[in-house]
């Protein structure tokens, strides 16, 4: 059973909005959600980790239903350096479940 | 600081070859880990270590040895590799053991150390 779920790829231009969401049917009920950005060969960078409603910070927002199984990640105004692979984790049942990163979002985004 | 520093950048190395990965990070944090990560795949969790000591293992092939020698170090060391094991070796660190429940879950990664092994 996936963990999470998400689009294997998006494509963008720059100036738009980008939405990637994540599904996360099972996530613990006390557990937050947390979105990394990855550039080829560098390690996984911290974006935006939320538990419900909205969380924004000068990267992005996250949006997360009342009902928690899903998450979207909301880039305003993408520009070409936010070409990258997007990954969300959640704990779902085990204490590792949050260290088990899915296949990611690959975001192009094109001039 | 909020880096996670990994030494080498790259590495090439035989078969019969014995090398060391190093990790450091200077945040305080607790909880310290070792990722493998392949081509256009997600990382691969290895180990995981909490104060120190060895948490997680996640079935890693004993030819992958890790250490802890104090709270800001992590090594890694390589004995008998095969090509298969060339890949980008990611650390990361946080603040607690992430799933503990005592804070924000986050990992900081290093930038990687390329491996590449003949």
């Not at chain 1, 949006?63 to 105004?77: G, Y």
């Not at chain 1, 204490?95 to 990611?104: A, E, N, Q």
């Not at chain 2, 080498?8 to 200077?26: A, D, F, R, W, Y």
Request: proline residues 6%; charged residues 20%; contains cysteine.
């Amino acid at each position: 059973l996936a963990k999470t779920t998400q689009p294997i790829s998006m494509d963008s231009y720059e100036g738009q909005e980008v939405n990637i969401t994540c599904s996360h049917n099972n996530i613990a009920t006390n557990d937050y959600i947390t979105w990394y950005q990855q550039f080829p060969s560098q390690g996984p960078r911290f974006i935006i980790q939320g538990y419900k409603t909205k969380v924004t910070n000068e990267v992005a927002s996250l949006f997360i239903p009342a009902d928690r199984k899903s998450s979207t990640l909301s880039l305003p105004r993408v520009s070409l350096s936010d070409t990258a692979v997007y990954y969300c984790l959640v704990g779902v049942r085990r204490r590792t479940d949050k260290l088990i990163f899915g296949t990611g979002t690959r975001l192009q985004v094109f001039p | 600081d909020t880096e996670v520093t990994q030494t080498p950048k790259h590495l090439v190395m035989g078969m019969t070859n014995k090398k060391s990965l190093k990790c450091e990070q200077h945040m305080g944090h607790r909880a310290m880990y070792w990722y493998k990560q392949k081509a256009k795949k997600p990382p691969e969790l290895m180990f995981v270590y909490s104060y120190e000591k060895l948490s997680i293992n996640e079935s890693v092939p004993s030819r992958f040895s890790p250490e802890c020698p104090n709270s800001s170090l992590l090594n890694l060391h390589l004995h008998a590799l095969q090509p298969e094991d060339s890949a980008l070796y990611l650390c990361a660190s946080s603040q607690d053991l992430v799933g503990a429940g005592l804070s924000s879950d986050t990992q900081y990664f290093g930038p990687g150390t390329r491996l590449t092994v003949l």
